[in-house]
């Protein structure tokens, strides 16, 4: 019997502990609960701009490659490798001694068939007043005249030598054809250099103004001849490593067709870049500035989450109680999002700590710079 009564003491303990309630579990955050603290933003209403964006590259507008148009010696190099450069600033200097001479023997030419043909010229009129009393024949008159057309014409060959010597001349002196800078030496001062080498001597490079080219889908192509039938497009330009503007343009070049294997269309911006944060060859993010949509309601994008019903919103209202609402959302652009609907201008929404919270529920706003912390001591994205 004590055996079987014990039996019992067990079965009626556990009937006991099975039949009492537990304690609901916490299934999230509370109202009535102590106060949450959350970073809080403004609904604002401003225009915002429909970018397009896109990795551009970065080209000169003008590559000029330097080559010698006359042999010689190369008594000269007027800069350094790699250094700014003026248009006309001296670049180098072939010996000249050579096509100098040339040109002087030109000029000498040229002055001895001068005196030539006007003795030709008073030759041929002599005989023309002779002709005319009869003192010479026709024949000799002809001679005469002939004579004298012969000189003019040799003065004419004489002054196209004469021009061409004094080019070659010039070209022995080579200047900077363009604003830009000079690229690496190909030659040193005493090289003999030759005429049209295949290799230039050095490059120069046009960096102000400069290029930018990228690609836009061909959706946009409508969009972007209305745009710039209108106004001139801004482009901007951003480091891609750290996001910093290097730089505004404004769109200056649509390709005349589309490319049929990407379904793009080739764009160019034109940028002052007088700084020279632009440089060719490297590529950049490029932000085309193709609209603007005007006074829309935009929130911090952190402010949007996603529920059951779509997109939300914390919104807190005058005695730091939040309501929870559903809201329709437009373009997201930078760090902002476009409210189409439930959400008014000037209305104060939660940027970080939405996880603790629940419709109804008190908060102690903070400023979006400081963090809101979550449980644990670590703060609680949105």
């Not at 944060?277 to 006074?295: H, K, N, R, S």
Request: net charge neutral; proline share 7%; glycine share 8%.
């Amino acid at each position: 019997m004590p055996l079987f009564t014990n039996r019992l003491l067990v079965l009626w303990a556990f009937a006991l502990l099975t039949a009492c309630p537990k304690k609901p579990e916490s299934a999230g955050p509370q109202k009535g609960g102590a106060p949450v603290p959350v970073n809080v933003g403004e609904a604002v209403k401003k225009d915002v701009p429909l970018d397009l964006r896109a990795i551009g590259n970065v080209e000169s507008i003008a590559t000029v490659e330097i080559k010698a148009q006359v042999a010689g010696e190369l008594i000269e190099v007027g800069f350094q490798e790699g250094q700014d450069v003026k248009k006309g600033d001296l670049l180098f200097s072939i010996q000249p001694k050579l096509y100098a001479t040339q040109l002087a023997q030109a000029d000498a030419n040229l002055a001895r068939d001068r005196a030539a043909a006007a003795n030709a010229l008073r030759e041929a009129n002599r005989n023309a007043e002779l002709a005319a009393k009869g003192a010479v024949s026709k024949e000799v008159l002809d001679q005469s005249i002939a004579a004298s057309d012969s000189a003019a014409a040799t003065i004419q060959a004489d002054e196209a030598l004469r021009e061409i010597a004094r080019v070659r001349l010039s070209f022995a002196t080579i200047r900077s054809p363009i604003d830009g800078r000079t690229g690496a030496l190909a030659v040193q001062r005493g090289n003999i250099i030759k005429d049209l080498a295949d290799t230039p001597m050095t490059t120069v490079k046009q960096l102000a103004p400069i290029y930018v080219t990228f690609a836009v889908p061909e959706s946009y192509l409508t969009a972007i001849r209305r745009g710039l039938a209108e106004r001139l497009l801004p482009v901007t330009t951003l480091d891609p490593q750290t996001g910093k503007p290097l730089g505004t343009g404004q769109l200056t070049f649509v390709a005349n067709s589309v490319d049929m294997t990407t379904g793009t269309i080739t764009l160019k911006g034109t940028f002052p870049n007088d700084d020279r944060a632009l440089w060719p060859g490297a590529f950049v993010d490029v932000i085309l500035q193709l609209d603007t949509e005007p006074g829309v309601t935009v929130v911090p994008a952190s402010a949007v989450t996603i529920g059951q019903r779509g997109p939300q919103i914390f919104v807190v209202k005058g005695d730091n109680i939040v309501d929870l609402r559903t809201v329709t959302t437009g373009r997201t652009v930078g760090q902002e999002t476009i409210i189409k609907d439930g959400i008014q201008p000037g209305e104060r929404v939660v940027t970080n700590g939405q996880l603790r919270l629940s419709p109804g529920a008190k908060v102690v706003p903070k400023p979006a710079a400081e963090a809101a912390p979550a449980p644990g001591g670590k703060s609680s994205g949105a």
